[in-house]
């Protein structure tokens, strides 16, 4: 079995710092050690080599920004998304329709038209397939009974709280 050779040998550390002062880029150095950039970025960050700021004057920076800066806007997303929803689908005190959806009007794709609701009973395919075909008001797709079923502000808004 070959012995490999260790990757940094004091004179590449050596190296490595004398290119690191003179300004050289990491590509740079590395090209001219024999190692991958990525080698390069690592010791210098072993060694504790920056280019810029110190390591005190970034601390005492970020310790100043913790101090001053307001906080964090990804705590107000919910609340955010909460206003926006209401705002989308509206919260009236208006009580909601209730009670069974009328079954007399129920209708095939080629009888489904423009103002009837294509809310699609069983399943596709099925010998008892249709839509549900009541009345569907404002150029909704949905009669006022199935459109409670697809939209439900009340539980996203619910949801959005928590």
């Known amino acids: ?8 040998t004091n004179e590449r550390i050596e190296l490595l710092k ?9 590509r740079e150095i590395a090209a001219d050690i024999g190692v991958s950039r990525n080698a390069v970025i ?3 960050s072993r060694l504790n080599l920056t280019r810029g700021r110190s390591v005190d004057e970034r601390r005492l920076q970020d310790r100043h920004q913790d101090r001053t800066s307001a906080p964090r806007a990804h705590k107000a997303v919910p609340r955010l998304q909460f206003e926006m ?8 005190d208006v009580p909601v329709a209730t009670g069974p959806i009328d079954e007399a009007n129920r209708c095939s794709l080629m009888e489904l038209g423009e103002n009837r609701c294509r809310w699609p009973i069983s399943t596709p395919g099925a010998e008892d397939f249709c839509f549900c075909g009541n009345a569907a008001h404002d150029g909704q797709p949905y009669c006022t009974g199935h459109k409670r079923l697809a939209y439900r ?3 996203r808004a619910r949801v959005m709280r928590g």
């Open 85 to 92: 929803l209401a705002t989308i689908y509206g919260e009236s």
């Open 42 to 44: 690592g010791k210098l």
């Open 18 to 26: 004398q290119h690191f002062e003179a300004g050289l880029s990491c």
């Open 1 to 8: 079995m070959p012995v490999l050779s260790p990757t940094w």
């Open 153 to 155: 502000p009340n539980s």
